[in-house]
Structure formats: C-alpha cells, structure tokens
Nanobody, 121 residues
C-alpha cells in the first residue's frame, strides 16, 4: 500500500508564507509525478502545481510567481513553498502522486488526506 502524508498547513496573515510537504511511503517502483491540488467545497479539485520525475513543472496561473514546487527524490517528498499568500488562497490543499509499482506495469494515482491553509486579511 502507498501512503501520502502531508504537513505544513495552518493559519497565516495575508502576505505571509507557508511551506507544505508531502511524503510518499510504501511499496512502489517509482514516482512519475507529484503535485498539489486545492478544493473549494462543492467544486472539483484544481491543479495548483505539479512536478514530473524529470523536474519539469506546471503552475496554475493564479499562483505563478508566488508558489514554487520542488521535489526531493531521495526522500520521495514534494514541497510547495507558498509566498505572498492571499485570502483567496484559503482552501484545503491535497497532494497527489502518480506511481508505478513494477517495471512496465500500470500507473496508480494516490491522494493525501488534505491540509488546510487559511490566510487572514
């Protein structure tokens, strides 16, 4: 079984910073990509940022220039550095990993439990 454990959420004032972490553990061959999504109640989860195994990244337009995603392959961990936070960034953030368990096998998608980020004005 594969688990994603998130940490780093919390309460911060507008203009402040937070760093989210997500560590993958369990039995798998490789992690193809990891990313962060956010979800407003009643709305689908939207991509915030993701990073592939080759280091390439994607960002939502709303966070470009403010958020930075990075990855420590040795620790199977992805980070999201969030700077210049705005009240509209208040939402639950979820980590996602795309994982291959065996050579040539299918890929599997796993989600973390979510971490709340609250930005006060």
């Amino acid at each position: 079984q594969v688990q994603l454990v998130e940490s780093g959420g919390g309460l911060v004032q507008a203009g402040g910073s937070l760093r989210l972490s997500c560590a993958a553990s369990g039995s798998f061959l490789s992690i193809l990509a990891m990313g962060w999504y956010r979800q407003t109640p009643g709305i689908e989860r939207d991509l915030v940022a993701n990073i592939r195994s080759d280091g390439s990244t994607n960002y939502a337009d709303s966070v470009k220039g403010r958020f930075t995603i990075s990855r420590d392959n040795a620790k199977n961990t992805v980070y999201l550095q969030m700077n210049s936070l705005k009240p509209e960034d208040t939402v639950v953030y979820y980590c996602k990993a795309l994982i291959r368990k065996q050579t040539g096998g299918p890929t599997y998608q796993y989600w973390g439990q979510g971490t709340q980020v609250t930005v006060s004005s």
